[in-house]
């Protein structure tokens, strides 16, 4: 160890590969040297009350960060809109039963009258049904359909004509007030 050493305090007696190492070693301890004096820059702070002059300045409060996404865009949607606010599941209950209430479900079968336009028209058969059990009207709740056929249709070799059966609608149930 002593003659590597010498030979780095000698540079006559260093060869080609010792002289580039020698030459790297001292180039790293100058960086090295250099880095450790810019990082000794900042003084160290001293314990007990510091001047104003001397307290570092505040830093700024953390920028929320806006995120694009979809759900951000409807949240923005929402605060911004001008749609009542959303009531609790009590409140909501509460409305509901005040709405049932005066209204009462019935079940029976009160036929539903044909409309011009060939559809079945269900309101007038839940009135009848609901006047039938004591109340002035109603909503449809559950309605049957079924097709009734005449009794040729069901020979064998008879071809089936656009009269011979018939879509009937009944109203079952319904909500009466």
Known sequence: MADGIDDLLNPARLTCGKARVAMAGLALSMVLTAIDRGWAQTAPQALGVQSPAQQPAPEPPPVERENPGLINEIGKLF??????????????MNDLSTIARPSSMVTGRAACVVSANGAPDCKIGADRLC???????????????????????????????????????????????
């Open 79 to 92: 605060k911004n809109s001008a749609l009542p606010p959303l009531k609790s599941p009590t409140e909501t």
């Open 131 to 177: 006047q039938s059990k004591g109340f002035k009207e109603g909503k449809s709740i559950d309605i049957n359909t079924f097709e009734k056929c005449s009794p040729l249709v069901y020979l064998p070799g008879h071809k089936r004509g656009p009269n011979d059966c018939k879509t009937e609608n009944f109203v079952t149930r319904a909500v009466c007030q």
